[in-house]
């Protein structure tokens, strides 16, 4: 967990810019991939838009982003080859059940980032985010979705669960690929 990671001039005009979205860029969060992809309200109720590099106002996020990748490959050598963001809206009551950021019988996904957006979260708006060791019932950590904090973990590693909001909750969550086990349909 980063507290803080980026300035109040790098976070503000970047949640700002996101909020204004054309609510039609926005679709219910959904499971699985490709013919699998099910919209399912019981296990996930966010609604998520995804961001491109032609979205000026989030270069500096794409910029920082690529050199995270960078220097995880130069140091860990786990040879990402491209990250894949969304902005995630979870409105009173949205929560995603305990799961893996990784899809059924595919190992591409291998880093996970998570930039919380909420100004002045407070103890009670709900919306944490809960980290599991594998078959563990009981989370190792609990990160509550404040502004300007990441969460960064390994993506088919730890399961993890979004608490249902009581607010509404942002956050930019990505993804770091490799460039195997991705479907060619």
Same mark, same amino acid.
């Given at each position: 967990m980063l507290p803080d990671l980026f300035p109040l001039t790098v976070l503000t005009p970047l949640l700002d810019n996101l909020t204004q979205l054309d609510t039609s860029a926005f679709k219910p969060a959904a499971i699985g991939r490709h013919k699998t992809q099910q919209v399912i309200d019981t296990i996930r109720g966010d609604k998520i838009c995804w961001l491109n590099k032609s979205m000026s106002f989030a270069s500096t996020y794409f910029d920082w982003s690529e050199q995270l990748r960078q220097a995880v490959? @130069? !140091? /860990? /050598? *786990?040879g990402l080859f491209d990250y894949e963001t969304m902005f995630a809206y !979870? +409105?009173? =009551?949205a929560f995603y059940k305990r799961h893996v950021d990784a899809f059924k019988g595919q190992s591409n996904r291998k880093l996970t980032s998570i930039l919380y957006l909420n100004p002045n979260w407070q103890p009670g708006d =709900?919306? +944490?985010l809960l980290m599991y060791q594998a078959d563990e019932t009981t989370p190792f950590e609990t990160v509550e979705p404040r502004f300007g904090t990441m969460v960064i973990f390994l993506s088919e590693r730890f399961p993890h669960e979004v608490l249902p909001s009581h607010k509404d @909750? !942002?956050? *930019?969550t990505g993804?770091? @690929?490799i460039n195997e086990g991705i479907p060619l349909d």
């Open positions: 490959n @130069r !140091y /860990f /050598f *786990l !979870y +409105e009173p =009551g =709900g919306g +944490e @909750r !942002y956050s *930019l993804w770091y @690929r």
